[in-house]
C-alpha cells in the first residue's frame, strides 16, 4: 500500500513572490475588450442611428434624430419611443466618466426631449 502525503494548499499570502529576474507578465490586449460598447450601438436589434448622432449640438436635434431613426429602423424589437430612449440611456450609462458634465447635461435634457416629442410624460 502507497502512503499519501496530504500537501497543505498554499494561500496567497503564502506564496513566494515573483522574483526580479523571472519572465515579466504578457500585457493583457484591450482592443478587443474595451470596444465591445461600440459594438452594441453597431449592430445592436435597438436600431439603426444616424452617424454621430450623440455628438450633436443640442438635445433637441439628439431627440429629433433618435425619433427619426426609431421610426425608420427595420431592426428594432419594441416601440421607437422604448428603443430611442433605451439607446440613449445605453450611451449615457457606457459613457460614465468620459462624459464632460456639459455633455452629460445635454444628453439628460435629450431624454426630456425625445418625451416631448413622443408626447410622454
Do not use: C
Not at 58 to 70: D, Y
Amino acid at each position: 500500500m502507497t502512503q499519501h502525503k496530504k500537501r497543505a494548499r498554499k494561500t496567497a499570502s503564502a506564496r513566494r513572490p515573483r522574483r526580479a529576474d523571472s519572465a515579466p507578465a504578457r500585457p493583457r490586449e484591450k482592443a478587443a475588450t474595451r470596444r465591445w460598447s461600440h459594438q452594441v450601438m453597431e449592430t445592436s436589434d435597438a436600431l439603426d442611428l444616424e452617424p454621430d448622432v450623440f455628438r450633436r449640438g443640442s438635445a433637441r436635434q439628439i431627440a429629433l434624430s433618435l425619433k427619426r431613426s426609431a421610426e425608420r429602423s427595420q431592426r428594432r424589437k419594441s416601440a421607437p419611443f422604448r428603443s430611442a430612449m433605451s439607446m440613449l440611456t445605453f450611451y449615457i450609462n457606457r459613457g460614465g466618466k468620459n462624459l464632460s458634465p456639459s455633455r452629460l447635461r445635454v444628453l439628460e435634457r435629450a431624454k426630456d426631449e425625445l418625451r416631448d416629442i413622443f408626447h410622454r410624460t
